[in-house]
């Protein structure tokens, strides 16, 4: 058998001495029978291997163990169509075969790991980039929805002030004018006289001054700009629907003379 005249790595003159040895028919076989085969069967196998680790590793779309037994039962015809390149390639000297196989097999394998390696950091850092992202979306958001109910609790806070307040009100009045007001029963006066004790009955009454409810005052809405009377529409504005401040409550309830 004639040996190469060229490395393995010098492809272009060695595609060509292996395409004249394969048209000389003094020579003995016909290294491109070898050479094709061997070739597509590696590019298969391989590229066989590559889509069951994409589809396990990656997409989930396969059983681990499954996509494991696959790939060990299709090594050998990646291995064996490798062989077979290389043999043809190297015009049947097997040692620079082997050592072609060899090369070629760990080149690939290393090519392989340090590839899906790289896609799983990628998708590692993708994955962190769009989780911090949405944290802070929803950090953002639940700031300014945390804002909107502290402003309706102060809003709810100075409408239940002003309610207090009202009540607080109404009832010392009414205890006011409950106590003050009303008539006093009879009661028995006695007078002592020189020559006895007797009994004179008087009837004592008191007059009661009513006091006639304020009018509420309308006020204007510090949200929307609105005039409207609080007490109407429950102390919640009509337009905006924010609840009245505690001040403009008592506002409303004062009397005109007051105000002025």
């Known amino acids: 058998m004639p040996q190469s005249e060229y490395r393995a790595r010098q492809v272009g003159a060695k595609t060509n001495e292996v395409v004249n040895y394969h048209r000389d028919d003094e020579q003995p076989?016909?290294?491109?029978?070898?050479?094709?085969?061997?070739?597509?069967?590696?590019?298969?196998?391989?590229?066989?291997?590559?889509?069951?680790?994409?589809?396990?590793?990656?997409?989930?779309?396969?059983?681990?163990?499954?996509?494991?037994?696959?790939?060990?039962?299709?090594?050998?015809?990646?291995?064996?169509?490798?062989?077979?390149?290389?043999?043809?390639?190297?015009?049947?000297?097997?040692?620079?075969?082997?050592?072609?196989?060899a090369i070629i097999v760990f080149v690939t394998v290393a090519a392989v790991v340090i590839?899906?390696?790289?896609?799983?950091?990628?998708?590692?850092?993708?994955?962190?980039?769009?989780?911090?992202?949405k944290s802070s979306s929803k950090s953002s958001s639940g700031s300014s929805s945390s804002s909107k109910p502290s402003a309706k609790m102060d809003s709810l806070a100075g409408f239940a002030g002003g309610v207090g307040a009202g009540m607080k009100k109404s009832s010392s009045s009414g205890s006011g004018s409950s106590s003050s007001g009303g008539y006093y029963g009879g009661g028995n006066i006695f007078v002592g006289g020189g020559g006895g004790t007797r009994v004179e009955t008087r009837e004592v009454t008191k007059e009661v001054v009513k006091e006639v409810p304020k009018e509420p005052m309308p006020i204007t809405c510090p949200f929307c700009s609105t005039s409207y009377i609080p007490v109407e529409h429950k102390y919640i504005c009509p337009n905006c629907g924010a609840a009245t401040p505690r001040n403009l409550i008592e506002e409303s309830q004062m009397p005109k003379s007051d105000k002025s």
Do not use: C, H
Not at 117 to 122: E, G, I, N, P, Q
């Open 29 to 101: 076989g016909k290294p491109l029978f070898l050479l094709i085969p061997g070739g597509l069967i590696a590019l298969g196998s391989l590229g066989l291997i590559i889509y069951i680790i994409y589809q396990t590793w990656f997409q989930n779309q396969l059983a681990e163990n499954m996509s494991i037994s696959l790939i060990i039962l299709l090594a050998p015809f990646y291995v064996g169509g490798v062989f077979l390149f290389s043999y043809g390639y190297e015009l049947y000297d097997l040692p620079r075969a082997l050592r072609l196989t």
């Open 115 to 133: 590839v899906a390696v790289l896609a799983v950091l990628a998708g590692g850092l993708k994955g962190g980039s769009s989780s911090s992202s």
